[in-house]
């Protein structure tokens, strides 16, 4: 009931003949809503104002209170242009003015990089420009710390960076210092590696908006996941009309490889106790 499925061992399950799928394409917008969401949060030192504000601490105002950095007209950086990805880009070219950067491993269709007002750069290029990064790529052992000291001492001063996609991504430890000594601006984390567990270091800074993996928390949107999950599990496992083809399946070559996956399962070759 996700979209990411790196949690999954997918080869393992084809040689059992076990098919898995996952649920795509349904929360695309809401989770792109809420990328959005905690981007602005970050920039905006929404967190940091509020536990102040709740702690008492708001005696009287301040010309430079809690003055953060614009997200209209700024530039957004997007590690990962698939559909959540272009969702965020059009959310920031089509409703702030922002000019977006995006690296890719392949490039976009033009028609669609005008669409979304988006520049193909490197991912240097995307780091060294951007007022605000968002990440959403899968996570696999390639991408495994896509940003880290490396990458996170190339990025600007005032720079925002936001993980909705997975833990792993983004090297936590050093995210934490980078955040503590102030070499970026803030950060919007929504995934940790190793959750539920986090690093303490993001827990002590106040420039981090943390939320616990609720990129796709809406109560449509979670019914149209759980929907689609069923209809998964119907069309492998259903008999008669209902047996049919999984719409999101990953491995449908165990359809094809003639054997149904519930005949193939090991307890159904047992012999009668």
């Known amino acids: 009931m996700a979209v990411g499925y790196n949690n999954i061992d997918v080869r393992a399950c084809t040689a059992r003949g076990v098919l898995a799928s996952n649920a795509p394409g349904v929360l695309t917008e809401t989770t792109a809503d809420f990328g959005f969401a905690l981007m602005m949060a970050a920039a905006r030192r929404v967190g940091e104002s509020e536990r102040f504000l709740r702690r008492g601490e ?11 950095s614009d997200v209209h ?20 070219a089509l409703g702030f003015s922002m000019s977006v950067v995006y690296p890719n491993r392949s490039r976009l269709d033009p028609a669609v990089e005008a669409e979304l007002g988006a520049r193909y750069v490197s991912k240097e290029a995307l780091l060294r420009e951007s007022d605000h990064i968002v990440i959403v790529v899968p996570y696999s052992a390639a991408s495994h710390h896509l940003i880290g000291a490396t990458e996170l001492s190339m990025m600007k001063a005032t720079a925002t960076l936001t993980n909705l996609a997975r833990g792993g991504l983004v ?4 995210l934490a210092e980078a955040l503590r000594d102030k070499r970026i601006g803030a950060a919007g984390l929504d995934v940790f590696e190793g959750e539920p567990t986090v690093h303490p270091g993001l827990l002590d800074v106040p420039n981090a908006v943390l939320t616990p993996h609720i990129g796709s928390a809406s109560l449509p949107t979670r019914r ?27 491995n449908p070559e165990v359809l094809s490889a003639g054997r149904h996956p519930d005949e193939a399962h090991p307890c159904k070759r047992r012999p009668p106790l």
């Open 58 to 68: 708001w005696k009287r105002w301040a010309v430079d209170m809690f003055a953060g």
């Open 73 to 92: 007209g700024a530039t957004l950086g997007i590690l990962g242009m698939g559909r959540i990805g272009q969702a965020i880009a059009r959310r920031g």
């Open 171 to 174: 090297d936590d430890k050093a």
């Open 224 to 250: 149209a996941m759980a929907n689609l999950a069923v209809d998964n599990l119907i069309a492998t496992l259903g008999s008669g009309p209902a047996r049919g083809t999984p719409p999101t399946a990953l």
